[in-house]
């Protein structure tokens, strides 16, 4: 009798060890694909089985069920096939993506990806059920458009050229972005410099030069066409001294589009719509001409004629002759404070008599006869144009026992508008008698020598 239970308890352990092998075997052997089911409603149902590692892509909006498929699976026990299961759990890994019910029926609500599993177990031994389903969802891309097939844009310098386009018909609560789409770019001309965005249901775009190309937009599988033509625009003068009464017709290249002329100083400079600077009075002015957000313009001031003669001398001095101390008298040749008095001269005015002074005793002859603008001019002071051409800047703070350490003296001879920045607001730049436009930045003492 002993004997008998032993035998029957021994059939039994190797029943559960042969049912063990046989489910690892079954985990681990590929399934079949997995089967999918339609419904007249247009849900559907996806079922999973046993040791299954699916994968498949759905549009946001799909409804259906998932569920366990027990086709083939048989009791390890007798063979015979399973045709119940005893469900332990139905789950989503990511319920922002598909959200799910304990009954396995289930809503893409956004893109992204989401894991779905079926636990449970079947047959004699509650042998162990297994199966996933990897899913994609995407937004459904049929009859989205871009809002305009074509983009035409001023590049002007220093600021770039920034523009969006909108996508239309992107199914109703959906946003598009780059964190829940595939979303690439390519362009046909690689010298045109873009880069490109996708932020809600907008493609957004900012060119850092000019160019034609052709923009492949590639969304969640789909292809765009946007052609570019992002146009180099330039003005004819950044910066000019005129006469009072003076008229000068400004130019713009590199664009057949009409830009909207301003002054902003009316009174001094005028400008009409085609861009003819009329020339009121003396003082300073900034003419923009505003293609949208993209800007180009000009300084003018405007001095009398005698002050332009001094102007365009000192300027022709200082790019034209030779620098030299010894011969700084002749012609020809100049030191920084003979570049002034030979200037100064074309307007019948010998600072200091019959012959220069040096820079400091020049600043020395400003604080008596002349008026002090400021003892350090700063970006301010150029912004809002508070220097006038003829202007006289002094360095100092040299050990040379000379007035304040003063070792060198140049002249303002203007502005020019370098570029127009972020804030639509131009960008002045000043000009010298012998040095490059900008040159200095602010810091030195400046005096006008003539009240």
């Not at 199914?171 to 780059?178: D, K, N, Q, R, T």
């Not at 009075?281 to 800007?295: D, L, P, Q, Y």
């Amino acid at each position: 009798m002993e004997r008998t239970k032993m035998k029957n308890t021994m059939q039994k352990a190797m029943w559960a060890i042969a049912a063990a092998i046989f489910c690892i075997l079954v985990v681990h052997t590929p399934a079949q694909a997995m089967m999918t089911e339609d419904q007249a409603d247009g849900k559907s149902i996806y079922r999973i089985q046993n040791g299954e590692y699916a994968e498949m892509t759905m549009t946001v909006g799909k409804q259906g069920t998932f569920t366990y498929d027990l086709t083939g699976l048989t009791d390890p026990m007798d063979g015979s096939a399973v045709t119940t299961l005893q469900v332990t759990s139905i789950s989503t890994s990511n319920s922002e993506v598909l959200q799910m019910n304990a009954d396995g029926s289930f809503t893409a609500v956004a893109p992204g990806e989401a894991t779905v599993s079926i636990q449970g177990t079947y047959g004699t031994y509650n042998m162990y059920f297994s199966g996933r389903c990897d899913v994609t969802v995407v937004v459904d891309m049929t009859n989205v458009t871009l809002e305009k097939n074509s983009v035409k844009g001023i590049y002007s310098g220093y600021v770039n050229f920034e523009t969006s386009v909108a996508l239309q018909n992107v199914p109703a609560g959906i946003v598009l972005s780059e964190d829940n789409s595939n979303f690439s770019v390519q362009s046909s001309n690689a010298g045109v410099d873009v880069n490109c965005t996708l932020e809600e249901n907008r493609i957004k775009l900012s060119f850092y030069n000019y160019g034609k190309t052709t923009l492949t937009l590639t969304i969640n599988g789909k292809e765009f066409k946007l052609e570019v033509n992002i146009q180099n625009v330039t003005i004819s003068k950044q910066g000019m001294v005129q006469a009072k009464g003076r008229k000068v017709q400004l130019k713009i290249k590199g664009t057949s589009e009409k830009p909207v002329w301003s002054s902003s100083n009316p009174k001094v400079a005028k400008v009409t719509k085609n861009g003819h600077v009329s020339c009121k009075k003396k003082g300073n002015a900034v003419i923009t001409a505003s293609f949208g957000e993209a800007k180009v313009g000009c300084a003018v001031s405007v001095v009398s004629a005698k002050k332009v003669k001094t102007i365009r001398f000192a300027k022709m001095i200082g790019t034209k002759w030779k620098y030299s101390q010894p011969k700084r008298m002749q012609k020809g040749y100049y030191d920084c404070s003979s570049l002034v008095w030979k200037a100064y001269c074309k307007m019948g005015k010998k600072i200091g008599g019959n012959y220069a002074l040096v820079a400091a005793d020049l600043a020395k002859w400003c604080k008596a006869h002349g008026k002090k603008i400021t003892n350090a001019y700063t970006r301010n002071h150029i912004e809002k144009m508070k220097l006038n051409p003829g202007d006289l800047m002094f360095e100092t703070g040299a050990d040379n026992g000379r007035y304040l350490g003063i070792y060198h003296v140049e002249m303002f001879t203007g502005y020019v508008v370098a570029y127009y920045g972020s804030d639509g607001k131009p960008v002045l730049y000043e000009t010298w008698g012998a040095r490059p436009d900008g040159y200095y930045g602010g810091g030195y003492m400046i005096y006008r020598p003539y009240k």
